[in-house]
């Protein structure tokens, strides 16, 4: 979740990440808000609206708050943050969020190392973005954003690139998921950046 701002020709996406959980850190935080960032503002992406191009900039802030309750969680009002427990287990095993344009979820420790690209997936899902239908990419090139584990990618792509698709290592690593450009004409940015994360 954030919130979109117009300031002097860009169209400005601020959310905030909180962290919490007993695997939680501050350098945690710092490198999921780096990633986050990083990855949504690489493709420059841009914005038709009004008959004006605007480029869109996300700027995302963070704080760890290791004593955060949840009535904390429960009673907040600010559409830019974002509450994800990290912790070494979690439901599923795997990290997520509580629901499709959800502002809470949970990171799995082992998900968070440099370059995973964890947090800018599941942060899509705070914006509102679904996994795709077809997940066999076989063809098709750098996986976008919001493909999950186990999409079907071309082996150089893979965990290891000498499996057979679909076998025990041979599904997408996380690790060459991209945040993709699109520019589009749109009454709202929500459209926007739907389309730029699925194609």
Not at 104 to 121: D, I, P, R
Request: charged content about 25%; overall charge negative; aromatic content about 10%.
């Amino acid at each position: 979740m954030g919130t979109a701002e117009y300031e002097s020709g860009l169209l400005v996406i601020r959310s905030h990440i909180i962290t919490y959980g007993s695997a939680a850190t501050q350098s945690h935080t710092d490198e999921i808000r780096d990633e986050i960032e990083t990855m949504w503002n690489e493709p420059q992406g841009e914005v038709e609206l009004d008959q004006q191009r605007l480029r869109v900039m996300f700027r995302i802030t963070a704080d760890f708050l290791p004593a955060l309750t949840d009535i904390e969680i429960y009673s907040n009002l600010d559409p830019r943050n974002n509450y994800f427990r990290i912790e070494e287990f979690v439901r599923g095993n795997i990290s997520f969020v509580d629901g499709i344009g959800c502002n809470s979820g949970y990171f799995k420790l082992e998900n968070l190392y440099k370059g995973s690209t964890t947090a800018a997936h599941e942060y899509g899902h705070t914006l509102g973005l679904d996994h795709p239908e077809d997940l066999d990419l076989r063809g098709k090139g750098v996986p976008g954003i919001m493909y999950p584990r186990g999409t079907l990618v071309d082996a150089r792509f893979q965990y290891d690139t000498s499996k057979p698709a679909g076998t025990t290592g041979g599904t997408m690593h996380p690790m060459y998921r991209k945040v993709k450009k699109k520019i589009l004409k749109c009454s709202g940015c929500r459209n926007w950046i739907s389309r730029q994360a699925r194609e």
